[in-house]
């Protein structure tokens, strides 16, 4: 069964300060990667996703994330983070077509003015 | 842009009751899917659902849980007799293909 390692449980950034969240996956065969935010109160939103092509994909709100098979990593990227960014993102793998979602335990964004 | 729509919003309930969850997926989407959040925990999948039946669930999908789609609109979870660890965000989720799009979450409150 997959799973999804996401090992910064909480981060706290100032203003402008570059964000980089880690995930990286188990699982042997091809997959789709996604990263969700889930802003306070809020539902999880689609941040951006990967499926095929070129693994450096760009997301909304200027996120964007790099697949690499080889570390069986899907990094989260943002050059200058803005406090609304402040947030729960998510990490999520699936195998193929329609299958279900597996998360990671999530890391929680506070950026502070 | 079309939206998983859910019902109620919050639900407080007490132990031993039933409650049903509604949801409303996006409409040309043909894969169904409930997860749940249990508060300062991750999303955890519940139930997947194809072509009128359930094509996956996980072990916290028990006898106690049951899925429905009545009709060609919605897409109900019944808990047929509540636990206080059933309180949690349920998702509702509906996909075409390879992207699965969230509702906004039904809070479950059991008392």
């Known amino acids: 069964a997959q799973s999804v390692s996401q090992h910064n449980h909480h981060v706290i950034l100032s203003e402008a300060a570059s964000l980089e969240l880690g995930c990286n996956y188990s699982y042997g065969g091809t997959v789709n990667l996604f990263w969700y935010v889930q802003y306070p109160g809020q539902h999880l939103q689609l941040l951006l996703k990967y499926f095929s092509g070129d693994p450096l994909v760009k997301g909304i709100k200027g996120f964007e994330a790099e697949f690499i098979k080889s570390k069986f990593s899907f990094n989260l990227r943002k050059p200058s983070v803005q406090w609304s960014d402040t947030a729960e993102y998510f990490c999520a793998v699936t195998p193929g077509t329609a299958s279900k979602l597996t998360f990671g335990t999530g890391t929680r964004l506070q950026v502070t003015l | 842009e079309p939206e998983v729509t859910q019902t109620p919003s919050h639900q407080v309930t007490q132990m031993g009751q039933e409650v049903i969850l509604r949801c409303v997926p996006i409409s040309n989407h043909l894969y169904f899917y409930w997860y749940r959040q249990i508060l300062g925990q991750k999303v955890e999948f519940l139930v997947s659902f194809y072509n009128n039946e359930i094509s996956e669930k996980s072990e916290i999908f028990d006898d106690q849980f049951s899925v429905e789609r009545p009709d060609g609109s919605n897409f109900t979870l019944k808990i047929r007799s509540t636990k206080l660890e059933d309180s949690a965000m349920y998702f509702c989720?509906?996909?075409?293909?390879?992207?699965?799009?969230f509702g906004e979450g039904s809070w479950l409150t059991v008392v």
């Open positions: 989720a509906s996909s075409r293909t390879n992207t699965i799009y």
